[in-house]
Each structure stands twice: as structure tokens, then as C-alpha cells.
């Protein structure tokens, strides 16, 4: 049973550039959330997919946008980058469930670093 | 905003000792998760509380969730250095469409 998956592992890019970022969520999991993580810190939600639309946002700017496929895989993409994105992005996968507690699952994170 | 305060945010103990850590916020959480991450790992699901007062168990870790489902704890017993990372705790929203992070608390066990 393949876990979440996340690629690539590390990434760097100059200051202006674009990128973007990809993951599988767990095997039979159909709901997949970004969070950035800076260093020595929480991940702070970024926004969740679910049914290939965006269902709930954090308090990111539009530069973050995202996009689901049909095989609930997803991309984050930032636009215009800036030295404060370096973070590890991180991708959780989740089963939208038939009772309330709500679980998911994290992959092991691309590291961006900008310069 | 932080929703999520975890306390203490570092702590050294040697190998053998107790400890808890501590997860508090103003807010009702519909669920609360801990999880532990490792340097470069992303985080490690450990327990999910769902019911308020429920008391979870796995080996030396203690879990609870508080009455009113807004705050939550970890205990250790007798540490191990295996167990250093960084314990975070994470609640859901009613809807499920969004997890809060707590600060976070890094834990290192000397041998």
C-alpha cells in the first residue's frame, strides 16, 4: 500500500521564478491538503482539494494556486517567488469521511529553498 | 493567528524520564490529532482523539483529549532517545476541511 508521495525531495530557485510542486496521495484517499512549513515551526494550512476543486483556503496569497487531477493527485504552484516562501511543502492525503473524525497522512515533503 | 498553543516549546530530558506536553486553545475542535516528525520527515501520525475526556494509549505514550475538546495532552513515560522529534498536535474543524497546527515541541532525550 503506497503511502503519500512527493516530488521532487529538494528544489531551489531564484527569487521571481515559478514553481511547482507535485503528490500522490495515499492509495484509495481522495482528498489531498498543502501546508508550508518554515523551520522550527507548525505546517500552516495552505488549502485542500477535494473532488479536483479547492474546497477550503488558508491565508496565503493568489501567488499559491493548486490543481487536482481525476486521479486525486495534485500540483502547488507559486508564482513570483520571494525569499520568505523557502519552507518544506508538505502534502496530506485524506478520505472524506462517513463519520467525523478525519484523519490524514503526510508525505515526506520537497524542501524549496529560494535564493 | 495560532489556534493551537503547545507548551513547552523545547525540552532536554535525560533517558528514563517522564514528560507531557501540552496542546491548548479557545476553540472546539471536532477532532485532535498528535503527530511526530523528524528533521527532513514530513509528520507521523501517532492518535486521533475524538470524543471529549477519551484517554488513548500506545506503549508509553499517553494521550488525552479534554473534556471540552480544546485542549489535548501527551505523556511520556520512561523516555527514550528514540523518541526525540518534534511532537505536534493538530485539530479539525468541524467540517473537516482544514487542520490547525499547534506550535509545535521539540524534544530531545540524552542517552
Known amino acids: 500500500d503506497a503511502g503519500v508521495t512527493q516530488s521532487p525531495t529538494h528544489l531551489i530557485k531564484t527569487r521571481g521564478q515559478q514553481v511547482t510542486l507535485r503528490c500522490s496521495p495515499k492509495s484509495g484517499h481522495d482528498t489531498v491538503s498543502w501546508y508550508q512549513q518554515a523551520l522550527g515551526q507548525g505546517p500552516q494550512f495552505i488549502f485542500q482539494y477535494y473532488e479536483e476543486e479547492e474546497r477550503q483556503r488558508g491565508n496565503f496569497p493568489d501567488r499559491f494556486s493548486g490543481h487536482q487531477f481525476p486521479n486525486y493527485s495534485s500540483e502547488l504552484n507559486v508564482n513570483a517567488l520571494l525569499l520568505g516562501d523557502s519552507a518544506l511543502y508538505l502534502c496530506a492525503s485524506s478520505l472524506v469521511p462517513l463519520i467525523s473524525s478525519y484523519e490524514q497522512y503526510f508525505g515526506p515533503g520537497t524542501r524549496l529553498t529560494v535564493t | 493567528t495560532q489556534l493551537l498553543e503547545q507548551s513547552p516549546q523545547f525540552l532536554s530530558i535525560q533517558e528514563g524520564e517522564n514528560l507531557t506536553v501540552y496542546c491548548n486553545s479557545s476553540s472546539v475542535f471536532s477532532s485532535l490529532q498528535w503527530y511526530r516528525q523528524e528533521p527532513g520527515e514530513g509528520p507521523v501520525l501517532l492518535v486521533t482523539?475524538?470524543?471529549?475526556?477519551e484517554v488513548k494509549k500506545l506503549k508509553r505514550l499517553t494521550f488525552q483529549f479534554g473534556d471540552a475538546r480544546k485542549d489535548s495532552s501527551l505523556h511520556i513515560t520512561a523516555a527514550q532517545p528514540g523518541d526525540t522529534g518534534l511532537y505536534l498536535c493538530?485539530?479539525?474543524?468541524?467540517?473537516?476541511?482544514?487542520?490547525?497546527f499547534g506550535t509545535g515541541t521539540s524534544l530531545t532525550v540524552i542517552p
Open positions: 482523539v475524538v470524543t471529549g475526556g
Open positions: 493538530a485539530g479539525s474543524s468541524n467540517t473537516g476541511n482544514q487542520f490547525y
